[in-house]
Structures are given as C-alpha cells and as structure tokens.
C-alpha cells in the first residue's frame, strides 16, 4: 500500500513530491496523460522566481521532477480511471490495475477550454490548435496569416510566440481591452505584427468542406455584422477546465469544477488533499501552484502522522 499518491505531474504534484518524499513518504506520483502538465507547453516562463533569464517551461518541469526523484519520489507514466475514496485504503485504478493509497493529493491540473464549434471540433489538428509552442513552428503556419481568439496572458503569449513564424497575427477578442497583465498586453499589442480585431467572436472555422483552416467567421457582438479573415491556423486560448470530472459527485467542487477545499488543501473526505490549478481558479500561476503543493505535502504528512500514532 501506497502512503501518499499525487495524481499530476504539474507544478503543484512535483512540488507535492519533493516535499513528500522529503518527508520519507516514498510519494508514487502519477503523470496521467500530460507529464509535467501544463507548463511544458509554454516557451519561456519569466515569472517563476529565482530564474532572472526566465526558463523554458519543459526544462522547468523536468528539473522539478529530477528534484523530486533525487528524494525518492517514483514517477509512473499512468492516468486515473477510477477512484474509491469510500473505505480505507483508497484505491484508485490506474491503466486496469488497483493502487491502494493511505492519502492521496490531486493535482490534476486544467485543460485547453474550447470553443465549443463543431467546425473547431472537426478542423483540431488540421489548423485548430490550443498550443502555439506545440504547434506555431509547423510549416503549414510558416509566413501565414493566423488567428488566437482570447484576452489574457495565455492569448497574449500565444500572439507574440507566433510573430516569429506568421505574417500576420490576428488577435480575436470579444471586448474592446484585453484581460491580460499590463506587461503581457502592452508588448503583445506594441508588436507590428499583432493585429487586434475586437468584439469579436469566432462563428465558424473554416472549411470543413476542404478539412483544413483556410479561415473563421467573424461576428461583431455590438453590431452583429459577419466578416471572414482568411488564415491557415486558429490557436485558441480562451483559458481552461479542471481536470476533476473523475471526482464528481465525490469531491466538493463549485459549479464550474474547481475542487474546493475544506480547510488549508482538505477536501470534503479525510486524508484527501487538493493543490494547483484543478482547485485555484483565481491565480493560477505556476509559483502557487507549486505552493499549494507544497501546503498538501505538509497537510498529507501531518495526516499520516496523527493518523499512526
Ligand atoms: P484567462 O485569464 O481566464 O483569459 C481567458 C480569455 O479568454 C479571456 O479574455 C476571456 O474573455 C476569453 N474567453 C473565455 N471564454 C471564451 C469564449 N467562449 N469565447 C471567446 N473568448 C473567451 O485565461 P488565460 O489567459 O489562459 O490565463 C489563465 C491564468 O494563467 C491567468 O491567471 C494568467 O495570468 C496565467 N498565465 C500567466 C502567464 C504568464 O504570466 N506568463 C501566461 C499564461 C497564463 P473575457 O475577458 O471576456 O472573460
């Protein structure tokens, strides 16, 4: 039997590893399907301290993981099918076999949210993406027109990555400013290659017909009138879900799925604990992500202490 297993590999499940297995709780960390989460997506992170040149974010998130290793956390490739959290120990099933867990911490992360489109839907992969460092250097991109439909630093990041292999970067949003930092704004907006097309929303991608992006369909919320801006690629970055739907009905979560946690990281159920962006929908940084975890960490480890003594 496991004493502690931290479902995610993001900021707060490696940050949660690290202290765990510090704590000589030999943490079985469970990667589900996107190890190192979120961040291994983005290109350069600036705002994690302690990094005066910014880091990439994979190399971030490798480091981490390596730290945690280096104290006996056991990193498996594995996603969460199931969990029952009604009888001592826990068990959770992980690719078909049973994990018997004393604690569990999940940091389960978010996800891209989409659009909603069937047309979106239809072209993913084929133009519509919801990751530009992923995605932004494929030659279909290269010295082409593209759209990022979002207001906030994602959409900004994503704008301003692009400019190094697009020729245009349309910048859809359905306000008139953007929700952005003041500094993720001003240099996405300052940059010669960022066209902003405000109030805005996407209607449609197109052409489902010729399964590929040669376009979306614009409509202006203040007006209702419909344009068609012609581009190889949509990157949308509209924000995200939590990843928490396996503990619906189990977990206490507000309604739009963000776990909610009792006291510190507690959840609703005893020796459940809860850290990162699957619980934080207000600031979702890295550096309090890894910070929640750390507070898991500790509320596991007191945990297991009163609990066997
Ligand atoms: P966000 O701040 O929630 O912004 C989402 C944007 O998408 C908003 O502008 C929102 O419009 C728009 N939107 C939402 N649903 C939409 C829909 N259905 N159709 C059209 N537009 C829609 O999300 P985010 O940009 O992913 O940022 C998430 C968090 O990560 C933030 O706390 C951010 O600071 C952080 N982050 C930081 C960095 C960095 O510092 N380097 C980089 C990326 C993200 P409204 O404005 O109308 O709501």
Redesign the pocket.
Known sequence: MEKVVIIGTGCAGLTAALYTARANLQPLVLTGLHPGGLLTT?SI???YPGFPDGIDGYELMTRMQKQAERFGARVQFGTVEAVDLTKRPFTLMVDGEPIEAETIIIASGAS??H??LDSEAKLEKKGVTYCATCDGALPMFRQQSLVV?????????EATYLTRFASTVYL????ES????KI?AERTLANPKVKPIWNS??TEVLDVKQDRVTGVRLKDIRTGAETVVPCAGVFV????VPNTQLFKGIIDMDENGYIKPKRGTETNVPGVFVAGDCSDH?????VTAAGLGCAAAIDAERYLAAKNH
């Open positions: 983005t992170v600036e705002n891209h949210r659009l909603g439909v979002g207001g906030g630093d994602s959409a900004c990041e859809v949003h359905r306000r953007l929700r952005a930092s993720m929303v996407v970055a509209i924000g995200h207000v600031y979702r940084q890295a």
